[in-house]
Every structure is written in C-alpha cells, then in structure tokens.
C-alpha cells in the first residue's frame, strides 16, 4: 500500500512555546485528494513543510510509500524524499524561463526523457505556447499551473499545496479551482492541500480534515 | 535523548556549508583569542617597565584620539546630515552625496598631505607670504600634533556618522518630525529634542564606525608622532623584537574595544533599530531664506574643500612633478603585488562570507546570531591587534612543525610559514571578512527561502540549489561585497606593515615609507591611485544605497 502515514507527530517553533502540531495522526490513501482546513496559525503549514522535509518533528513519525522518511532516528532530507509541494508564494525561479523551472527536478533523466517529460506537463497544465516566457509574464494562475507542473514533473509520490488559491484574484477562484480538480484528477496524484477556507477543500477534495480535530467530515 | 536522535539530528544539520563556516569562524576567533589569553601568562621583564611607565600614556593616547574624533565626527556628521535631509539650498543634492566622497581618502595620505601643505614651505604658508605678505608664527598652524591627528581623523571619518544618520532620517523620520513642527518645534529645538533622540541608534552606529577606525588607526597617529596604543605594539615589536610584550599591549587595546562595546549596549538599552519595513513617507525639504541658504552652502562647500577637493587637488599636482620618476616597471609590479594580495584575499572573504551568510539564512536565531558576531569580529578589532594574534599564531604553528620541517630538510627551527604571504593574506582576511559578510548576508535576506526550499524539494541537493538558484539571484550582493572588501583591503595599512613578507611592498605602503622618508611628492602618485579606486566602493556604497531606497 502506497500511502502517506503520519503518526503522533508533535512539532513547536521553540523549546518555550507550546506546540502548533501535538500528537497528530492522520492517514492518506493512495490517489486521495484530502484536504485540511484550519484557522491561521493552526500549524497546516508546518504539516506540509514536516511532510516535505523542511522541518523535523520533535515526536513522531513519517511513513511515505512504505519508507520511513523520519522518526525518532531517520531523517530522510528534503532532496531524497520524492515529495512535490507547490508553496504558497509558487517559488517560481525568476531568472529561468517556464520551460527551465519545470525541468529543474529533472536532472537524473536523459535529455530526450526530460523533453518528453516538459511537453507532457506543459499540456497538462495546458501552457503549451509559453515555455520559453519568464515567470513575471505569466497572470496569477498561470503562475500556479507553472508551480504545479514543476512539482508534478518529478513524479513525486504526494503532492503537497499550501493555501493554493490565496494568491489569485477572489472571481478567478472559481475557474481555477475546476482547473485544478481536472488537472490532479488527470494526474492520478495523492495529493494534501491545505486551505483556510472551507469553500476551496470541499470543491476539490475527497475527503476535509480539521488539523486540530482530526476527524473524517 | 536517545544516541540515535543525536546522531539523526547531526545528520540533519550537518553538511559541508556549515563545516566550512564554522571554519572560518574559528580562524577568525583562534588569533583574537590568543591575544586575549596573553594576558594569563607570565609577563616578561620588558612588560613591567612598558607597564610602569608606559602603559597608562598609551592607552590615554588611544582614548583621546579616538573620543575628540567620535565627538568632532559626530557633530559635523549629524548635522550635515540634518542640514540636507531637511532644508532645500543650493546644490543640497550634490552635497547629499558628495559628502561620502571623504571615505575614499585614506586618513594617513591626508595627514601627509596636509602635513607638507602647512609646513612653512607649503602652499598655504608660501602663498600667504609671497602674494599677501603676511607670516605666520610658527606653530599657529602646526597639524603634527594629537590635534592635528583629530582634524585630520575627523575629516575623513565623518562621512560615516553623515551617511548612516542621513539615511535614517531621508527613510524614517518623516512622521516625527512634521508632528513635531506641527506641535510647534522649529529651528535648533527640533534639532535637539527631536532629531538628535530618535535619530540616536542611527548616529551611535555611525559613531561606532568612527571610533573603531580611530582606534585601529596607525598611519596618522605615528606620521604626527601621536602615543596610542596602536604605535606601541609597532615600537615593541619593531624597535625590541618583543612579540609577547606585544601581544600583551594588543590584549589591553582589545579590552579597550570590547569596554566600548559594553558602552553602546548600554546606551542602546532598550532601543531598537525602527523596523525599515513600515511604509514611511520620505522627509520633504523646506526652503531656507537666502542669507541661511548661503549660510547652508557655504558650510557644506567648505568640509568638502577641507575633507577631499583641496587634499586630492594637491596631491594630483605633486603626481604630476613626479609621475616620470614614480611610474616606472617598478610601480607597474607594486601595483600588481597589491592586486595579487588583494584578489587573493578578497576571493577567500568572499568564499567564507557567502558560505556563512547561506549558513545563518537556514538556520536557527541564536546560531546565526552567534556566527553573524563572529564574522564580523574582525571590523571592530584593529588592524594592530589581529596582526599580532596571526603573528604569534604562525610562530607557534612553525613551531610545532619545526620538525617536519627538519625532516623536509629545511633546518629545525625554520620560519617557513610567519615568512610567507599567507599571513598577511590570513590578517586581511579576518580584519575584512565583516565587509563582505555584511553583503552577502544583505543578499541573503532580500532572497525569499522558499527559493531554496523549492530547490530542494524537486530533488536537489544544497549544491545545486545554490549555483543553480541561489547564485544568479545574489549576483548583486556578491559584485558589492567583492568591491567594497578588495578596496578596503587595498588600503589597509598598519596589518600590512606588520605581516607582509620581507621586501613585500603595497601601493599603501609604498606611499606610506615615501611619507615617512620625507619624500612626499613621490608618495602622490600611489596616493591618487589609492584613492581612485576606493572612490570605486564609495560609488558602490552610493549605488546601493540608491537600489534600496528605489
């Protein structure tokens, strides 16, 4: 079974505050699309950025596709865990063109697999004529559909989104997020996103997760 | 906790970025610490009478120079400062500027300079006799002397106090001020209870700078035959080869400096720099009546002349009388040597500094706290001090290689490596590391850190992320930093007196022994050179203070 399992994670920004995550357990099936709503500073984000590697739990452990990726002696680095996270600013690289950013986690493929590979995504998110535009040409959303090929490209084992919808414009928001249910749908991605607004999960997920209760809606 | 946490957590943090950097932390700390540790070891005969009957005077020396300097710079530099952020008169953007211009001038060619331009026959004693008929009394305008050292330190160091408090007060005053007015404060009570305490983090940082520079100063000081500490550690370890006797003085002069730490901690208790993120409006100029106007412009024309155009017009004319006798193979390979040492240092500084400003951007606070202090270390140390802590360090390392070396067939008890280029190199690198950390750690904070997260997560490693991402987008940064230190080490003079090989010369202290030697038309040439490429970091310094603001 290919899921993502996390069990009694605990996690606090510094020894003398309580902790933002205590004692969190939650589970994703494969080719899931779950969703986590929460109040700001409920710890959603730090979820994804413990999922991703760029943090480690004080307690707790991480299981992706049957490999431990961190426990209370494994730290599996950010670079070796094969995880995709589209970050709310996008992080696209502003001195490298669309084509670049998405074939940047490709470096272990032959030149040939990586073309086919850019195509393939470029279709996807169907920005097919703007490969070769910089990230600061592209609108809002295109950007996202860049940040989301770039994190897909590497054929990662989840998919990770946080708060994907807070950089766009409040009527765009309906287009996009169809767009982005097909896209994931398409994909066939386990995917996690998080999301303060309740409106955004229930659109597009299978399954709500409250990150302080964590119980099936 | 459990070994195997540990040993994950290790892991986790450990790579070859912070093996590096924490490194050059420890080559920067291990000499300062050896000067300081000097002090728990047995004095020598030599120190006792250095103690009784010397140490009191130097030390005074060194206090005096350096606080008539801070008061003096701080006075000129505060209100210049407040003279062109608040008033329009004439020429008021030109000045805004051009009062930088003194940092490109290194203090001990301005001494000579105006050592040779006062004398009795310099131009101004010469023109005021021949063309006016009026003599001066010997002595009326004598510049050798600790006063003379303080005009001269305080002309060129002001610019620093200038540069910091302007730019405070052009970014972040505005909202105080016009409430101030509005409330009905003008004129010299504004100035006073208002400008000069909200501005006071600002000036005391510039005020800071000045009093390190005056401190670590060697050139002035020993042209104009000032006592400081500075000179001492030169005369016991020149004039008695005494280099325990020396080190010991360099530990005092170091507490000196950490005492005047402890001092601007607590002026600056409970005062934090005002966060330069709120959205402040600029300050908007008023207009001054004509006589005040002129008044204004006269003053600023007049510490321009004084502090640069007069000196660097003189020295351009002594160029010319000696150019065909100074410029020769000679000078073209003196200037060579100086870039040979100068690159090599500065690419070791920039290596270290970016290395450790990428360290600290990714790490926790109190860690990056820590290393930021200890790469800057170096600045507030003088040159003096970090000379003698690498010199008694290579000596013990020589030492203790002492037999390899008679094993390679050297002779036991060779100096191979306190002979060699690469203690001065060492010394330029700790005393300059800060210039070119402090760059590269501006970069480092304007870059976003998802960046890099970013990098990482699509499955490359910290090296990748960095030539790849990192790199092109601190382009900026790292062009800066190079400038600012290799100018910086260019000039410096009292480190390179003290650790260059035997027969190894520099622009600056070529130009320095021509002075000395009373040959000072000669020392013009490498002088201008000088101060044309450190007119280049001042035109840096202004670029960026000009990108920041845009």
């Known amino acids: ?217 | 906790m459990h070994l195997a946490a540990i040993t994950r957590n290790f892991k986790r943090h450990m790579n070859g970025w912070l093996a590096v950097s924490m490194l050059g932390a420890a080559g920067i700390l291990l000499p300062i610490l050896y000067v300081l540790l000097s002090l728990f070891t047995k004095p020598n005969d030599n120190w006792e009478q250095v103690k009784q009957y010397l140490l009191l005077d130097y030390i005074q020396g060194t206090l005096m120079v350096a606080g008539m300097t801070a008061v003096l710079a701080a006075i000129l530099g505060v209100g210049l400062a407040w003279l062109v952020t608040a008033y329009r008169f004439p020429f008021r953007g030109f000045f805004r500027w051009a009062l930088i211009l003194p940092l490109a001038m290194p203090p001990y060619i301005a001494a000579y300079t105006y050592k040779t331009m006062t004398s009795y026959t310099g131009i101004i004693q010469a023109t005021l006799r021949n063309h006016l008929g009026i003599t001066v009394p010997p002595g009326m305008i004598e510049v050798m002397s600790m006063r003379g050292a303080v005009f001269i330190l305080t002309l060129c160091l002001f610019p620093y106090v200038f540069l910091i408090t302007r730019t405070f007060l052009e970014r972040q005053s505005s909202a105080y001020i016009d409430n101030a007015r509005l409330l009905g404060r003008k004129g010299i009570g504004l100035f006073f209870q208002v400008v000069v305490p909200i501005a006071r983090p600002a000036i005391i940082a510039g005020v800071m700078l000045v009093i390190f520079e005056a401190i670590s100063d060697y050139g002035v000081v020993s042209y104009f035959g000032v006592q400081t500490v500075s000179t001492a550690i030169f005369q016991i370890w020149f004039g008695m080869y005494d280099v325990d006797s020396a080190l010991r003085l360099a530990a005092w002069l170091m507490i000196i400096v950490i005492g005047i730490f402890l001092i601007e901690r607590w002026l600056r208790r409970n005062r934090q720099f005002h966060s330069l993120t709120q959205q402040a409006k600029p300050l908007v100029p008023r207009s001054l009546s004509r006589w005040k106007a002129v008044f204004a412009c006269t003053v600023c024309s007049l510490v321009l002349l004084l502090s640069f155009i007069v000196p660097v017009a003189q020295i351009a004319v002594w160029s010319v009388w000696t150019s065909h006798k100074v410029w020769d193979s000679n000078f073209v390979e003196l200037t060579l040597n100086t870039m040979k040492g100068a690159l090599l240092a500065t690419l070791i500084i920039i290596i270290f500094a970016t290395v450790a400003a990428r360290v600290c951007r990714y790490a926790s606070n109190s860690f990056s706290y820590g290393m930021s202090r200890v790469m800057t270390a170096g600045y507030a140390t003088p040159g003096a001090v970090i000379a003698v802590g690498v010199l008694a360090v290579f000596i013990s390392l020589d030492n203790s290689l002492s037999s390899f070396y008679g094993w390679m067939g050297q002779g036991e008890g060779a100096l191979i490596l306190s002979l060699s280029l690469g203690m001065l190199i060492t010394g330029y690198v700790i005393r300059f590391m800060a210039t070119g950390y402090n760059a590269m750690e501006a970069g480092y904070e304007k870059l976003s850190k998802s960046y890099t997260e970013a990098a990482r997560t699509l499955g490359r490693g910290h090296f990748a992320a960095f030539f790849k991402i990192e790199l092109p987008l601190i382009r900026g940064a790292l062009f800066s930093g190079f400038v600012l230190a290799f100018v910086e080490i260019i000039k410096e003079l009292p480190l390179t007196l003290l650790l260059r090989p035997f027969n190894f010369n520099t622009l600056a202290t070529r130009a320095y022994t021509y002075a000395i030697d009373e040959r000072i038309y000669e020392a013009a040439l490498p002088s201008l050179l000088l101060i044309m490429l450190s007119l280049v970091s001042v035109l840096t310094i202004h670029l960026i203070g000009k990108r920041d603001t845009q």
């Open chain 1, 1 to 217: 079974m290919n899921d993502v399992i996390m069990k009694d994670l605990t996690y606090r920004y510094s020894a003398k505050e309580a902790p933002v995550i205590d004692d969190y357990s939650l589970t994703i099936k494969q080719g899931e699309v779950v969703g986590i709503v929460g109040a700001s500073g409920s710890g959603k984000s730090t979820l994804l950025r413990l999922i991703a590697g760029l943090e480690m739990p004080e307690q707790g452990s991480i299981t992706i596709d049957n490999r431990v990726v961190v426990d209370s002696h494994t730290f599996i680095h950010a670079e070796d865990r094969g995880v995709g996270l589209v970050f709310q600013d996008y992080a696209l690289f502003p001195h490298l063109t669309v084509a670049q950013n998405i074939v940047f986690g490709l470096n272990q493929l032959k030149r040939a697999e990586r073309r086919e590979r850019l195509v393939e995504m470029l279709d996807l998110v169907q920005l097919g004529g703007y490969a070769k535009r910089y990230p600061h040409e592209l609108s809002g959303g295109q950007q996202q559909r860049v940040a989301l090929a770039r994190a897909l490209a590497p054929k990662p084992s989840i998919l990770l989104m946080d708060e994907p919808f807070s950089n766009l414009d409040a009527d765009l928001k309906a287009g996009i997020r169809q767009e982005l249910q097909d896209i994931l749908h398409k994909a066939q991605i386990t995917c996690l996103l998080v999301s303060h607004d309740q409106q955004d999960i229930e659109a597009i997920c299978s399954r709500a997760v409250n990150m302080n209760t964590p119980v099936m809606v």
